[in-house]
């Protein structure tokens, strides 16, 4: 069964930097999209970034497209999310999420599977 597994949440200042993964198991990862997700308080779930199966393509949401870079490492069965300039508004738990597909999708709706989420907190 997939299972995924964020690390990397903390508590960091204004305009500084966090580096998220999602490590998977359970099932083949070539074959899956993987998103990047985050939940604050009293707010929707909201999309941020996905990538592709084999990590061609990616997409970013217009809040965090110049500051948010996604990649994945196959061989570590692994899917990384470098955040820098981070501000207070990107205060939440951050999930990711997997389907089996070839392509990225930006709806929550689309990904069967998700990790239990991360606690980033932007702080002075």
């Known amino acids: 069964q997939l299972q995924l597994v964020e690390s990397g949440g903390a508590l960091v200042q204004p305009g500084g930097s966090l580096k998220l993964s999602c490590t998977a198991s359970g099932f083949t990862f070539d074959y899956l999209v993987i998103g990047w997700f985050r939940q604050a308080p009293g707010k929707e779930r909201e999309v941020l970034s996905c990538?592709?199966?084999?990590?061609?393509?990616?997409n970013y949401a217009d809040s965090v497209k110049d500051r948010f870079t996604i990649s994945r490492d196959n061989a570590k069965n692994t899917v990384y999310l470098q955040m820098n300039g981070l501000k207070s508004e990107d205060t939440a738990v951050y999930y990711c999420?997997?389907?089996?597909?070839?392509?990225?999708?930006?709806?929550?709706?689309?990904?069967?599977?998700w990790g239990q989420g991360t606690q980033v907190t932007v702080s002075s």
């Open positions: 999420a997997a389907e089996p597909h070839n392509y990225c999708s930006s709806s929550r709706r689309f990904y069967s599977h």
């Open positions: 990538v592709n199966s084999v990590g061609t393509s990616t």
